[in-house]
């Protein structure tokens, strides 16, 4: 059997792979158990292998899979079941260290109606959270057919002002921090060779001060909203990380991190007039870039999703050393970090009172907590019927620290998740609920556990055109497929 050495500490639940001395197998679909109270009719197979620390995977269409590999910039294409040795696309001059790297993929081969025009009073404000790269500026677009066959990668980038996408600093030791940014890139997707062709840089957001909790899901919406996800760079110095809170009464203008930033690539002005604080940046100067943000306080988040059904987000985050979460993120949601992780009731020295509460913006406490981080990854809704009615748009989870996949169910009001004790009441009688969704300790916990074993751990999870599901799987560089047998 092949082996591959691991080097791996967990940095709280963040996503941070560093030297250590633990040696992971390269699995056998065989070693990843169906929790037997979701029934013995779902079955693990191996779809794909062969790539290098997968983090996000995009279907195109029926028989093509767009998948990122992490360190070596490249994004790989599965076709017809094979992976094939030449990439789509390579990014170069990538800043790969700890958390950095290329990341998030989203993609909608669909059309998409111009829906919400921003005013032009908006182009100042574009340009200055934007910056003034050459290759930001573009035409006019707008027709309902500009989303078309479109890809978007997040990706970290060592940059140079009024430079393009593949610029290469000349001075090799030049490692200043203020080089590197985390950039959303629009691409087309050549179907015809399966390529891609760079076309604009949509987002230029900052990559420092450390090379940690740089988010980087994406995921676009039925309206051609595009979500980016971006934690605080372990740098607590904006309001938006709730610093330093309303008890000093101060205010530090955004930075774009800590937050869910919402913009539509078909809209000539790129910025949604629908976005909750919109308004206030055109008011207030000294707001910058606010107009960007769909939420704020989060301090990590590698997991993004929009319910099929409502257009609701849904997205996960990392704690610091406790409460993992599962969060429902309505329009100005402010998440809470760096004052709340986790409910609110158990943040005994905190309170909604210590945020920094924008107007329009709302506290609310995660839909689900893990008190001992699981390094909580990708959301999923799955979009098929063919495992089970039951799982038909709910939720799939993944984790990084263990290897598991966790299932959620939503109420009728697609805003709770259900006690999985309702649901499965003949299957998990002698389970007790947990009333406070919180999962405590194992035993809580054991319930939402779908299947267990995925030790390359999970990246990454999407529902495929067959109808299966799909989990990318980062140290072993492989692709499952779970269908009903």
Not at 256 to 268: C, D
Not at 332 to 352: A, H
Not at 364 to 373: G, K
Not at 464 to 473: A, E, F, R
């Given at each position: ?8 500490i ?16 390269f699995?056998?679909p065989s070693?990843i ?57 390579t ?17 909608k ?6 829906l ?10 574009q340009?200055?959270?934007?910056g ?11 027709t ?21 996408l ?21 691409f087309?997707?050549?179907n ?5 062709v ?6 230029d ?24 996800t ?7 110095n ?9 008890k000093?009464?101060l205010?530090?203008p955004p ?66 050393s ?9 329009p ?23 945020l ?6 709302h506290y ?7 008190r ?10 799955y ?13 799939f ?6 290897g598991?996949?966790y ?11 259900v ?12 389970n ?44 072993d560089?492989?692709?499952f497929r779970?269908?009903?047998?």
């Amino acid at each position: 059997m092949a082996f591959a050495a691991i080097m791996m500490i967990l940095y709280s639940s963040d996503l941070l792979y560093i030297v250590h001395n633990q040696i992971i197998s390269f699995q056998n679909p065989s070693n990843i158990k169906i929790n037997k109270n979701y029934g013995t009719d779902i079955s693990v197979e191996l779809f794909a292998k062969g790539l290098t620390r997968p983090t996000s995977m995009s279907f195109i269409n029926d028989n093509t899979i767009l998948i990122l590999e992490k360190d070596s910039g490249k994004v790989r294409v599965i076709s017809h079941g094979v992976l094939l040795e030449k990439p789509a696309y390579t990014i170069e001059n990538l800043s790969t260290q700890q958390e950095q790297g290329l990341l998030g993929i989203a993609f909608k081969n669909k059309s998409f109606t111009n829906l919400s025009l921003a005013s032009g009073k908006t182009q100042s404000i574009q340009e200055n959270l934007l910056g003034k790269h050459n290759d930001l500026l573009f035409s006019q677009k707008g027709t309902e057919n500009y989303l078309k066959d479109k890809v978007y990668l997040y990706f970290t980038q060592k940059v140079s002002e009024n430079k393009g996408l593949n610029y290469i600093d000349s001075n090799e030791d030049s490692d200043s921090s203020n080089n590197l940014r985390n950039r959303v890139y629009e691409f087309n997707f050549n179907n015809t060779d399966n390529s891609l062709v760079p076309n604009r840089l949509l987002l230029d957001l900052p990559a420092n001060p450390r090379p940690y909790h740089n988010g980087g899901k994406i995921d676009i919406d039925k309206l051609g909203n595009l979500y980016v996800t971006i934690g605080d760079l372990t740098a607590i110095n904006s309001s938006m990380q709730n610093y330093p809170g309303k008890k000093l009464d101060l205010f530090f203008p955004p930075n774009n991190t800590s937050g869910i930033l919402r913009i539509n690539p078909s809209v000539s002005m790129l910025i949604p007039a629908s976005n909750p604080f919109y308004n206030q940046s055109l008011e207030n100067k000294t707001l910058g870039s606010l107009s960007l943000y769909y939420a704020y306080g989060i301090r990590n988040s590698f997991g993004l999703d929009i319910d099929p059904v409502t257009g609701r987000v849904w997205d996960t985050e990392n704690s610091e050393s406790t409460y993992d979460e599962l969060n429902l993120v309505e329009p100005g949601f402010n998440s809470g970090w760096y004052k709340i992780m986790g409910p609110l009731n158990r943040n005994n020295d905190s309170n909604v009172l210590d945020l920094v509460m924008l107007n329009g913006s709302h506290y609310s406490d995660p839909e689900f907590s893990w008190r001992n981080p699981i390094g909580v990854t990708d959301v999923e809704f799955y979009e098929s019927s063919k495992l089970g009615k039951e799982f038909e748009n709910n939720l799939f989870v993944g984790d990084i620290n263990n290897g598991n996949l966790y299932f959620f169910k939503l109420n009728p009001d697609r805003n709770k998740i259900v006690h999985l004790k309702s649901i499965y009441d003949s299957k998990l009688a002698s389970n007790e609920s947990i009333e406070d969704f919180v999962a405590d300790n194992k035993s809580e916990l054991e319930p939402y556990i779908f299947a267990q074993g995925f030790d390359g751990r999970i990246t990454d999870i999407q529902t495929g055109p067959d109808g299966n599901l799909y989990i990318l799987s980062y140290f072993d560089g492989k692709i499952f497929r779970l269908v009903n047998s």
